[in-house]
């Protein structure tokens, strides 16, 4: 059976967006696996499969895939493709689009400068939400990885976050330590790993260890943690540039249970067909 699939990107962080509104589709983990193999399938670092909504008053439904097969609760850079996805496929006219994820509702909007701005929801931070052993809520949470303390401070945004402050992106051992605390016993459900530069109040550089899929060139989710974790800890304002390797997104949070802001890029690369 052949199906087809578009082929999009937010700011280099690429998915595989498939159409199960006009067609039923289920997939195997191994089937996803294929599919995302860079040499033997199409590549990419998440699958997103859009659906009809369950609820009344929802528009769509999207379920996200990480390219080792998880199935996983949200993605930022996904949730800006995959409103480009249905509205240049005509499955909607809307420019404001209520979604059902694994982990609630999100509102993506498409903008007329050609971005596309999301409310993300509020940020979680209660240990067990995240999920992450701890005896306690804190801003800060030393780590014991390789031999050493690592502070960080833990968010979900719908997924697991583990945020840390370096002195510079570029140097940071984010495989090697990304690796560890992806799949560190305190994060039950794995975790992904921020790696938060500061540059001023307003601007920070960043490079996520992503779980399910290593390290891509920008995470959508990571910049909301990360700047949601950098005001937490006095080091950021309400509203923060972040240069990922891929490009920019700008995230806006005005703090305590009010919603997390991202406004970025969603770019359709090629379309084509497939057989699973
Ligand atoms: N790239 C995404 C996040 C995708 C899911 C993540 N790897 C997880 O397992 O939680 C983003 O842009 O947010």
């Not at 990419?44 to 080792?68: C, K, M, S, T």
């Not at 938060?196 to 109040?201: D, P, T």
């Not at 995230?251 to 997390?260: A, C, E, F, M």
């Amino acid at each position: 059976m052949k199906i087809p699939f578009t082929k999009m990107q937010g700011l280099g962080n690429d998915f595989v967006v498939l159409d199960g509104v006009r067609q039923s589709i289920s997939l195997s983990a191994e089937q996803i696996r294929r599919l995302g193999d860079r040499r033997f399938g199409i590549g990419f670092d998440q699958l997103l499969l859009v659906e009809p909504a369950r609820e009344a008053g929802h528009d769509f439904r999207y379920r996200i895939f990480n390219n080792d097969g998880s199935e996983v609760e949200q993605c930022g850079n996904g949730a800006r493709c995959f409103a480009r996805f249905v509205h240049d496929q005509h499955l909607t006219d809307k420019a404001e689009i209520r979604v059902e994820t694994a982990r609630g509702v999100i509102v993506p909007k498409l903008e007329a400068d050609g971005l596309v701005s999301v409310d993300m929801g509020s940020p979680r931070f209660i240990p067990e939400q995240i999920p992450f052993l701890a005896e306690a809520d804190a801003i800060i949470h030393p780590l014991e990885v390789a031999g050493r303390t690592i502070d960080l401070t833990v968010v979900s945004m719908g997924n697991p976050h583990a945020v840390q402050v370096v002195d510079d992106v570029d140097t940071a051992p984010v495989t090697a330590i990304g690796a560890l605390i992806e799949a560190h016993p305190r994060f039950p459900a794995r975790v992904n790993a921020g790696f938060m530069q500061i540059v001023s109040r307003s601007e920070i550089r960043l490079r996520v260890f992503e779980r399910g899929a290593g390290e891509t060139l920008a995470c959508g989710t990571g910049a909301c943690a990360a700047v949601v974790a950098g005001i937490r800890r006095g080091l950021l304002d309400d509203t923060v540039l972040v240069h990922a390797r891929g490009g920019d997104l700008t995230i806006r949070w005005q703090g305590d249970q009010s919603p997390v802001l991202m406004t970025g890029p969603a770019v359709t690369v090629y379309q084509g067909e497939i057989a699973l």
